[in-house]
């Protein structure tokens, strides 16, 4: 089965600072990757899915790349509402496997 | 509005069984696929099954294969996860997740349920 690998797997930082995560699959995944992100005490919401493709009503500052194997997320901007614990997901066939997470404090 | 309700989550014995029901509204329920995604307390999210919108085709991660029962009545409009020979490790929060697009299998989850919670404990 492919294994999905997130990067850091925490990381503090500061109001307007700009934030990468990495996700990085065992084997190729083409463009089947999806970001999530889960706030404390919340159900997961889909931020990105096909690697870089902004689910409605999720805010620009949130972009996602990669194809492959390698893929990151970006908050160009971090803003404190975006405390919370990002995963990766791979979707190309089962399992449908999930990155470790990411948990995001602000410094 | 697009909504899923999970519940049959309680306490059970290892070595028991419980079946979870996911209730959906809003959307044409039988051209989605549908997935069970389970979160243990303090750890993250993990894949369990999927199963398509016909009901023909299911799927399930290695951790539950054979004990797990994925399956959907769509005139009902309802999702279901028997759960049989279960073990401490199982314990989590269970939730149902809906495919982002109609008659697709391979797609990320566009709506979750609120969760409901299955503690494996003697």
């Known amino acids: 089965d492919i294994q999905m690998t997130q990067s850091p797997s925490s990381l503090s930082a500061s109001v307007g600072d700009r934030v990468t995560i990495t996700c990085r699959a065992s084997q190729g995944i083409s463009n089947y990757l999806a970001w999530y992100q889960q706030k404390p005490g919340k159900v997961p919401k889909l931020l990105i899915y096909?690697?870089?493709t902004l689910q409605s009503g999720v805010p620009s500052r949130f972009s996602g790349s990669g194809s492959g194997t390698d893929f990151t997320l970006t908050i160009s901007s971090l803003q404190p509402e975006d405390v919370a614990t990002y995963y990766c997901?791979?979707?190309?066939?089962?399992?449908?496997?999930f990155g470790q997470g990411t948990r995001l404090e602000i410094k | 509005e697009v909504q899923l309700v999970e519940s049959g989550g309680g306490l059970v014995q290892p070595g028991g069984s419980l079946r979870l029901s996911c209730a959906a509204s809003g959307f044409t329920f039988s051209s989605y696929a549908m997935s069970w995604v389970r979160q243990a307390p303090g750890k993250g999210l993990e894949w369990v099954s999927a199963?398509?919108?016909?009901?023909?085709?299911?799927y399930y991660a290695d951790s539950v294969k054979g004990r797990f029962t994925i399956s959907r009545d769509n005139s009902k409009n309802t999702l279901y996860l028997q759960m049989n020979s279960l073990r401490a490790e199982d314990t989590a929060v269970y939730y149902c997740?809906?495919?982002?697009?109609?008659?697709?299998?391979?797609?990320?989850?566009?709506?979750w349920g609120q969760g409901t919670m299955v503690t494996v404990s003697s």
């Open positions: 096909a690697a870089s």
């Open positions: 997740a809906k495919g982002r697009q109609q008659l697709v299998f391979r797609d990320a989850f566009d709506i």
């Open positions: 997901q791979k979707y190309n066939s089962a399992p449908q496997t």
């Open positions: 199963i398509s919108g016909s009901g023909g085709s299911t």
